[in-house]
């Protein structure tokens, strides 16, 4: 099994998610955008899953791999491949359905440590 990320910047790898999928099975491959490397064939990948980074889904003018992504997602969709996005990411997906992206107008930025409750008596 091949999972493919597509990565937009340095900073945004995988984190905690290389650990799940090496656990699940899957062999890993990357595409670094920010790098100019190309967009491989979907035959063999299995899973795509899309990082986050600080640029805006709309940046395609700055960022001219964008339109190229968003077409590879769409058709990784329509191919049937299970697709994760994660922040930016999950704005790509969006965008490559058709959706039309906007600014919030509170900025969210990384992870943060999730702490379990109790669950209540009924």
């Known amino acids: 099994m091949r999972a493919h990320y597509l990565q937009h910047v340095p900073f945004e790898g995988l984190g905690s998610i290389e650990t ?7 062999d890993i491959s990357s595409t670094k955008l920010y790098a100019a490397e190309s967009l491989p064939a979907l035959d063999g990948i299995e899973m795509l899953i899309i990082m986050g980074g600080p640029m805006s889904v709309n940046d395609e003018e700055q960022y001219p791999w964008l339109g190229n992504e968003k077409t590879f997602i769409q058709q990784a969709i329509d191919s049937g491949i299970p697709v994760l996005g994660i922040c930016l990411g999950a704005q790509l997906i969006a965008s490559a359905m058709g959706a039309k992206i906007f600014a919030n107008p509170v900025k969210e930025i990384g992870w943060f440590p999730i702490t379990s409750v109790p669950a209540p008596i009924i």
């Open 20 to 26: 799940w999928l090496h656990t699940a099975g899957y």
